[in-house]
């Protein structure tokens, strides 16, 4: 045998990855072979691979169970780590360690994105002296994840389980895309937490796709098949740059997909009455541009990403159709981290407010809301990024500071003519104000006294006069709101704000 031969059938046999029984389960769970994600997740005939002989030696060790190497999508230069679960359900040995710390300092030094197609049972065992605890162990991998994260675009798509330590991976991206059926991440499995916690727990209850998607908030979106988590990589990672250097991504300008409503006719002007942010989003941005990120977690909040004239921009929004929009603390958490997300990478912010504030009472404080407020408050301030608040309807207490009102140098605040900005709405501030008035009145008389005093409080707070005190930079017809936004998202590109000399904040989280 040539050595020609014996290499082109050593790389054909490494190919196939793990024993056929491995493939036709994954088939039978809807799972792809991790060189077909690759595949389709990457421009023809792009994908560089290193490393694909580590462990060749070893029949039943292909590649070491993980793929790695260079590759483009849409013309630009990423990074990709991918378990194999046909080769001992993707586990780590001390060469899959080392293969995953060299792509990681690859793309550091790159400055291009890293995308980590994950798909396995965590370390293996027989391994751990040689890739557990060292320099080059696996914890070297999170601790990379950190130094990269707002350098580089980290996304993780999860196919399958992501268990142990190695649930780490996804927690450190900035994305966490999630199969339902398949996708799980959890420090110790359902039989592990019997044996050591004496909890009966389902996969599912304990890890699964759509817990973390709507109740743990570690995924961000979840799908139903592993094309459509590969489409919606892509979809990301359109918006964002290379690398932290570089401006966000500009794409042909598309007129928005009107309802046919005017948005006076969208937004109620009962302040207290529900409506679905998502109608009005709809009329601000390109169509088709929408990216929701964090869908089914904290649904009182909306955030996502869209394009406005092309422009790629972060969006943080109320939604009153889910708890009237009230912040508590999961929504502060997830608008939060979005926040940081963006001004990381140079994404323009805009924020729709429409906010009675922060919620409430025993529960909420216990859960540590004040914390929470803080670290969303925090996000805002640190946000280097161009940024526009819109005032849709109302943006009272706290609210109007998490929601980066004027206090919180946004280019410019603007609100729709029927906004309010108030310490609280007029039914609560006048009950506060003049619950033992009322109560000293005549019943027959107490509603025309209550109505007179919000009719009062609503002229003390009407916008035309906070525009009057340049509280509010302009007040905007709702048709007119998208030619606003697209005039002045375009005059604040080249804007620049210099970070504070300082290593970092300590932060309230």
Known sequence: MSYDQKLLETIAQVEKGGAPKYHAKNAEAGKLFARERIRLLVDADSFVEDGKLA??????????????????????????????????????????????????ETAKASRCPLLYLVDSAGARITDQVDMFPGRRGAGRIFYNEVHLSGVVPQICLLFGPSAAGGAYIPAFCDLVIMVDGNASMYLGSPRM??????????????????????????????????????????????????????????AELKAPKHSGKRVDEIIPPDQNKPFDMHALITELIDEGSWFEVKKLFAQEIITGLARIGGQPVGIVANQ??????????????????????????????????DVPGFMIGTKVERAGIIR?????????????????????RKAYGAGLYAMSGPGFAPEATLALPQAMI??????????????????????????AFVQKLRDEYKQDVDIYKLASELIIDAVIPGDSLRGELLQRYALYAERFQPRAEKKHGVYPV
């Open 55 to 104: 462990n060749n030696l070893d029949a039943d060790l292909p590649s070491d169970g993980v793929i790695t190497g260079l590759g483009r999508i849409a013309g630009r230069t990423v990074a990709i780590m991918a378990n194999d679960s046909t080769v001992k359900a993707g586990s780590w040995g001390a060469r899959t360690v080392e293969k995953i710390l060299r792509i990681q």
């Open 193 to 250: 937490a019997e044996m050591v916690i004496g909890e009966k727990v389902t996969l599912e209850e304990m890890g699964g796709a759509k817990m973390h998607c709507s109740v743990s908030g570690v995924g961000d979106v979840l799908v139903k098949t592993e094309q459509e988590a590969i489409a919606a990589a892509k979809q990301y990672l359109a918006f964002f740059p290379e690398n932290f250097t570089k401006p966000a991504p500009r």
């Open 320 to 353: 009153p159709k889910y708890k009237g929009g009230v912040l508590f603390v999961d929504s502060a958490d997830k608008a939060a981290r979005f926040i940081w997300l963006c001004d990381a990478f140079n994404i323009p912010l805009l924020y729709l407010a």
């Open 372 to 392: 929470a407020g803080a670290k969303m408050i925090s996000a805002v301030s640190e946000a280097s990024v161009p940024r526009i608040c819109v005032v849709v």
């Open 422 to 447: 108030a310490v609280m709405g007029p039914e609560a501030a006048v009950n506060a104000v003049y619950f033992n008035k009322i109560q000293e009145l005549p019943e027959a008389e107490r509603p």
